[in-house]
């Protein structure tokens, strides 16, 4: 028996002693995002959850933002017991206080005895959760809509000249404003800084206003790949994840633009007032052994946040791709991505929103302000 199966064994009969009090009347809500990236959490963890405890796992659906959290939490009480987050989400939200803080001495070894601490990737405990994933927001296309020269770049998205067609993109300030910058030639490294003013904002705005009227908002992390593969719109911003499903798995004429990926953590947290605070640790503390973050990432390719995890990453099942060539943070994809400020993205949250609401509904332009 390796070290990492007897981690995960020893970890198994902890839980399942656990479990076999609680796993009589609870079950365990998690609150994720669907689709493909739903259905790696199913198998890598909501399942072997409930095998070693007996505890079910039900999941809700949501979109992101902190709405949905306010709402859930607005009478003091909840039915989430863990929730999946970006990390500029769940900074804003421990400090709004809907989040329970997360000790990161839960947090098992790695199997070769390296201290949880050192095994997670730097800056991966925050007050409230820990960082599980990084993820890329892209820009892809269908192959169809363009059988000659191709997309490749972050400003050919608002080129509808060289590259006509529907644009499907987030209803989120999110990514946007940063392709907006980096369209106009501003260096990456620039980018935040600019978009603290009201200048870069301005600019950002303005950029988008070029394409207003052939954007087709989502909402949903399937719907891009779903408005690809129709034909209904010809580029889209999305998950990288959620586009290698459509193209590696589906065989769907769907390719990424990896120029201007927006990289960023994905983690799990707990709601403040959940009612089962102790089963939701266990959870989180079962869903980061380095063997189960490399499960997901066998199946779609988001990075596991442990660098025990990362060495242990296989073949996908169905294509047999090596999976971690298709990370986003693979060294040939680095070159031109963005690394997502997720300080940044917290502090500006209600002021991006209100700048993004007002330019929606004005159709004017920037909408920017101080």
């Not at 608002?158 to 030639?185: N, Q, S, T």
């Not at 052994?289 to 099942?317: C, K, N, V």
């Not at 943070?329 to 031109?336: F, G, P, Y």
């Not at 917290?346 to 002021?351: D, G, H, K, P, Q």
Request: hydrophobic share 45%; aromatic share 10%.
């Amino acid at each position: 028996m390796s070290r990492l199966e007897g981690v995960f064994l020893a970890l198994c009969a902890v839980l399942a002693a656990f479990g076999s009090a609680a796993a009589q009347d609870d079950v365990l809500t998690v609150v994720s995002w669907g689709g493909a990236y739903e259905e790696s959490q199913r198998i890598a963890y909501f399942d072997p959850f409930t095998r070693a405890t007996g505890v079910p796992v039900a999941v809700e659906r949501y979109n992101g933002g902190l709405d949905g959290l306010r709402a859930e939490l607005a009478d003091g009480s909840t039915g989430w017991d863990v929730i999946d987050m970006v990390d500029a989400d769940a900074r804003a939200a421990c400090r709004e206080g809907l989040l329970a803080p997360l000790d990161p001495s839960i947090f098992v070894a790695a199997p070769d005895g390296t201290p949880a601490r050192e095994d997670f990737i730097d800056g991966a405990f925050l007050p409230c959760a820990v960082v599980q994933l990084v993820f890329s927001t892209v820009i892809a296309y269908d192959e169809r809509a363009f059988p000659g020269e191709k997309p490749g770049t972050v400003a050919d998205l608002f080129d509808l000249e060289r590259f006509p067609g529907k644009r499907a993109l987030r209803k989120e300030p999110v990514a946007l404003l940063e392709w907006a910058l980096m369209a106009y030639g501003v260096p990456r490294a620039q980018i935040y800084d600019l978009l603290s003013t009201r200048r870069g904002m301005d600019l950002a705005f303005r950029k988008l206003d070029e394409i207003r009227d052939h954007i087709v908002w989502w909402e949903e992390g399937e719907e891009p790949a779903e408005l690809l593969k129709s034909g209904k719109v010809a580029m889209a911003s999305g998950y990288n994840g959620r586009f290698f499903e459509a193209r590696a798995v589906e065989g769907a004429p769907v390719s990424i633009v990896w120029d201007g990926q927006l990289l960023d953590y994905d983690v799990w947290a707990i709601p403040r007032g959940a009612d089962q605070p102790d089963l939701a640790e266990d959870f989180i503390r079962f869903a980061t052994l380095p063997d189960r973050m490399a499960e997901q990432a066998r199946h779609i390719p988001y990075g596991p946040a442990r660098r025990s995890a990362m060495t242990r990453i296989g073949l996908h099942p169905v294509t047999m791709a090596p999976m971690r060539e298709q990370l986003p943070t693979a060294s040939h994809r680095l070159d031109t991505a963005i690394w997502q400020d997720s300080e940044w993205y917290a502090r500006t949250e209600a002021l991006r929103h209100r700048l993004f609401r007002e330019w929606l509904e004005e159709g004017t332009g920037s909408g920017a302000a101080d």
